[in-house]
């Protein structure tokens, strides 16, 4: 019953090489995140769907390509591996409460290593 | 200037202290309030929202403060599983978008 679930959990592969992590989120959430925690262990928002939609792209190169087939579904693509992807990436879900307030749930994350 | 600042700590502290982070955010516009805590080489989890009259869960205990545009966590009684760092993350409803502070590290010793 993992609310938030990421596959694979361990990613290690060379530069230049094409690779794809999955995230699904049984919450029934309709909002979906990738965020970037480097190796300061600062966490940075990457991407946002809301619905299926586009909402937020930060300034990520355009070799990350999400992908949301449906609301419960986000998937990151990158092309062209550089030493610099490396890091840990983490899929979000959120729901707004009652309260107005947005709370986010987290996988478990993705450790990528380019070599 | 960053969206949401922290002082990395760490804190050392023993078991049974008393230990406050605060949180400064540079955003007035910023309406929900949260602290996460993360554990080495886990996710974040959510810990407790923060609301606008401070809150209260067990030995936690948080508090904002618009005017100031600070949050602050208490814990009380440290226990030796509070160890892990502690995010201060804010978030605007227009933007739908979360800023998450650096983190503060918490240490509790025997």
């Known amino acids: 019953d993992t609310a938030v679930s990421q596959t694979p959990k361990y990613l290690v592969t060379q530069m230049g090489n094409d690779k794809s992590i999955k995230c699904e989120q049984n919450l029934g959430h309709d909002t979906m995140y990738w965020y970037k925690q480097d190796s300061k262990k600062f966490l940075k928002i990457m991407f946002s769907?809301?619905?299926?939609?586009?909402?937020i792209n930060e300034t990520v190169p355009n070799r990350f390509s999400p992908k949301s087939p449906d609301k419960a579904h986000l998937n990151l693509h990158i092309n062209s591996l550089e030493l610099g992807d490396s890091a840990v990436y983490f899929c979000?879900?959120?729901?707004?409460?009652?309260?107005?307030?947005?709370?986010?749930?987290f996988g478990p994350g993705t450790r990528l290593t380019v070599t | 200037r960053k969206e949401v600042e922290q002082d990395p700590g760490p804190f050392n502290v023993p078991e049974g202290a008393t230990v406050a982070f605060n949180c400064t955010y540079s955003?007035?516009?910023?309406?929900?309030f949260f602290w996460y805590r993360q554990d080495c080489r886990k996710e974040p989890k959510l810990l407790m929202s923060?609301?606008?009259s401070g809150n209260e869960d067990g030995r936690f205990t948080a508090q904002l403060n618009r005017a100031s545009q600070y949050i602050s966590l208490l814990i009380r009684d440290s226990k030796l599983s509070d160890s892990a760092t502690y995010l201060c993350?804010?978030?605007?409803?227009?933007?739908?978008?979360?800023?998450f502070g650096s983190g503060t590290k918490l240490n509790v010793k025997p």
């Open positions: 955003n007035s516009a910023s309406q929900s």
């Open positions: 993350v804010v978030n605007r409803y227009n933007f739908n978008k979360f800023y």
């Open positions: 923060v609301y606008s």
């Open positions: 979000a879900s959120s729901v707004s409460s009652g309260t107005g307030s947005y709370e986010q749930y």
């Open positions: 769907y809301n619905n299926k939609e586009l909402i």
